[in-house]
C-alpha cells in the first residue's frame, strides 16, 4: 500500500472513531445541491434498479450483511441512527460531481461511500464503500471505470484495534459484487446532499484525487 493509500485509510479510521463524538446531535441534512447537474439521477438509478436490486440479492452471504447498508440510501433515516450525513464535494473541474455519505448505526458499525459521476451523462467513473464491523474488522471496495475493475480491501481486528496495514485483492468481474458497489453509488447520487465546497474531496480509502 502506498503512503498515499496509508494517509487516507488511517484519516478515515479516525473519521470513524470521532464519529460518534460529533454525532452527539443527529447530522441530516437534505438541501438543494449549488452544484445542479444536467441529469436525471432519479431516472437512472430506477432504470437500473432491477439489476442493482438483484446483485445485492445475490450476494454471497458473507458480503450480504456488509452491504445491507444500501437499504439505508436515500430513505428518510431512523430516528435511532446516530449519523447519516450526505454531502456533495467541490471537484476539481466542471464536469464532475462527487458525493459522500457517512453513516453509523446503533451497534456503533459505521459505513463511508464515495462516489464520481459525470455531471451531463450521469456515467459514474468511480465509487469507494467502506464498512466497519465493531470487533470484526473493515471491508472496502473500490470500483473503477477507468481500469475497469473492481478491488477488495480488508483490515483485520485484534486486542488492539485494527491492523495498520490492509490487504488488498480483485474482484471477479462475472459476480454481483461489481454491480452491487456500483448500485450504492446510483443510489447515492438519487439522494438528497447537502453542498460542502469546504471538504476535501480526496477518496477515502484511496487517499487519491483521481
Known amino acids: 500500500m502506498s503512503r498515499a493509500s496509508r494517509v487516507g485509510v488511517g484519516a478515515l479510521l479516525g473519521l470513524m472513531i470521532a464519529a460518534p463524538v460529533v454525532a452527539a446531535l443527529l447530522v441530516r441534512r437534505g438541501v438543494t445541491e449549488a452544484h445542479a447537474a444536467t441529469v436525471d439521477w432519479n431516472a437512472l438509478a430506477a432504470d437500473s434498479a432491477v439489476g442493482d436490486s438483484a446483485a445485492f440479492a445475490t450476494l454471497?452471504?458473507?458480503?450480504?450483511r456488509i452491504f445491507a447498508v444500501h437499504a439505508l440510501i436515500g430513505r428518510r433515516a431512523p430516528d435511532i441512527l446516530p449519523l447519516y450525513e450526505c454531502i456533495q464535494l467541490d471537484g476539481p473541474g466542471p464536469d464532475e460531481v462527487r458525493r459522500r455519505l457517512q453513516v453509523r448505526l446503533p451497534d456503533s458499525s459505521a459505513a463511508v461511500v464515495y462516489a464520481v459521476a459525470d455531471r451531463g451523462?450521469?456515467?459514474?467513473?468511480?465509487?469507494e464503500f467502506l464498512r466497519r464491523l465493531p470487533h470484526e474488522g473493515q471491508r472496502?471496495?473500490?470500483w473503477d471505470r477507468r481500469r475497469d475493475r473492481t478491488s477488495a480491501m480488508w483490515w483485520y481486528e485484534g486486542p488492539r484495534g485494527l491492523a495498520s496495514r490492509g490487504e488488498r485483492g480483485p474482484v471477479p468481474?462475472?459476480?454481483?459484487?461489481?454491480?452491487?458497489?456500483r448500485g450504492l453509488g446510483r443510489q447515492l447520487f438519487a439522494s438528497s446532499c447537502a453542498?460542502?465546497?469546504?471538504?476535501?474531496?480526496?477518496?477515502?480509502i484511496s487517499g487519491s484525487r483521481d
Open 60 to 64: 454471497p452471504p458473507a458480503l450480504t
Open 121 to 127: 451523462s450521469g456515467v459514474l467513473s468511480r465509487v
Open 140 to 142: 472496502g471496495f473500490i
Open 173 to 181: 468481474r462475472g459476480g454481483p459484487v461489481p454491480r452491487a458497489v
Open 195 to 204: 453542498d460542502s465546497s469546504a471538504n476535501s474531496p480526496m477518496n477515502p
